[in-house]
């Protein structure tokens, strides 16, 4: 019977993990909700380790991935929902780093702010609550002030000079 507790915590872990991938923090939490003493959990987690299902810095580094790619998501809003997954500080910077290789903070905010921001960014100049509220959207997710006045700023350069060339 010594062995029933660690296999039932090892079962619920494959479980867990072959629903979505984990960070060790989650599965450690999720087999501590469990009811599983300590000792099982280290054990399962172990395991876990050793057959390469658990892996916090390809965790990270996919999970950065899907939220800089399919969310949009800036650096801090990414860090944030990585700390809270039980990620350490310096995996979440290189995580981070690796998504932002595939997709730079001024390309997702080029593609946040979308085909009409010719129309939108000409309306904004004259329009100080459309800009505020563009300023906001993109604060809310993640992005740093500096970075988005200055991608604001060339896009509207940049649609300002195509009118003059019509």
Same mark, same amino acid.
């Given at each position: 019977m010594d062995a029933d507790p660690r296999q039932r915590a090892l079962q619920k872990a494959y479980r867990l993990l072959a629903l979505r991938a984990h960070s060790e923090a989650e599965l450690h939490a %999720?087999?501590?909700?469990g =009811?599983?003493?300590e000792p099982v959990i280290a054990a399962a987690l172990t395991r876990c380790r050793e057959l390469g299902y658990l #892996? #916090?810095? *390809?965790?990270?580094r996919q999970r950065a991935l899907a939220l800089a790619v399919n969310r949009l998501l800036g650096d801090r809003r990414i860090a944030v929902d990585l700390r =809270? %997954?039980?990620i350490p500080e310096e995996l979440c910077r290189e *995580?981070?780093?690796a998504a932002r290789r595939e997709i730079s903070a001024e390309e997702a905010i080029e593609r946040l702010l979308g085909s009409k921001t010719k129309e939108r960014m000409a309306d904004a100049a004259t329009d /100080?609550?459309?800009k505020a509220k563009m300023v906001r959207s993109l604060l809310g997710k =993640?992005?740093? /002030?500096g970075l988005i006045f200055s991608k604001l700023k060339r896009t509207q350069e940049d649609g300002f000079h195509d009118d003059d060339g019509e």
């Open positions: %999720k087999l501590r909700e =009811g599983f003493a #892996d #916090d810095a *390809a965790f990270a =809270g %997954k039980g *995580a981070i780093a /100080q609550r459309l =993640g992005f740093s /002030q």
